[in-house]
Every structure is written in structure tokens, then in C-alpha cells.
């Protein structure tokens, strides 16, 4: 199973003022990945910056998009950033493919 995080807050990053919010983008990857992929396990998971979960893996990599101001909403697959901002299904097809062989 391959894990998809979508890191973001609810405040919309000021540098991506007019993109869609993180939660639209959260939303908008899970429908389009699992349209794209119906035969492959996918776990979407949601990661308020500012609020993360107890998990240290995904704690650390929250204080990350914070401390070395990345373009939220950030997807990670699988522990490794693979877009930033506005994120394009381009690249994220892409990560996903290369975890799939």
C-alpha cells in the first residue's frame, strides 16, 4: 500500500494565494489517484501543519514545511516529498509509478 500525505493548514499559503486550499487539494489527489489507479491500495492521509498527529515521522516532516518555508499544500509519498504549492498529478503519477514496480 502505497501512503499519500497531503501536509497543509488552513490558512491558505501566502506565497499560493488563488490556488486551491490544502484540504481542495487533499480532496482533489484522492479522487484523481483513485480514479487513475481503481486496482491499487492507497492511504490518503491528511496533515495539519500546525496540528499534527502523534506520529514522530509525520511531526518531523510538519515542523519541516514549517521551519524551511515550503509552499503548503506539500504531498509526500511514502516519507518523500514529492510536490509543493500547487501540486501537479504529473509528478505525483510519476513518484507513484516508480513505488509500483
Known sequence: MIEICVY???????SCVGAPSSKDTY????AAV????PNDSFKFVYVDIFHPPED????Q???KVIDEDLFYPVVVI???IVDE???KLK???????????
Open 85 to 87: 504549492g500547487n501540486p
Open 56 to 59: 514522530e515521522e509525520k511531526r
Open 27 to 30: 480532496e482533489w489527489l484522492q
Open 8 to 14: 497543509g493548514a488552513d490558512m491558505i499559503c501566502a
Open 91 to 101: 509528478n505525483i503519477y510519476k513518484a507513484i509509478e516508480k513505488r509500483a514496480k
Open 78 to 80: 511514502d516519507g518523500e
Open 61 to 63: 516532516l510538519a515542523q
Open 34 to 37: 483513485s480514479r487513475k489507479y
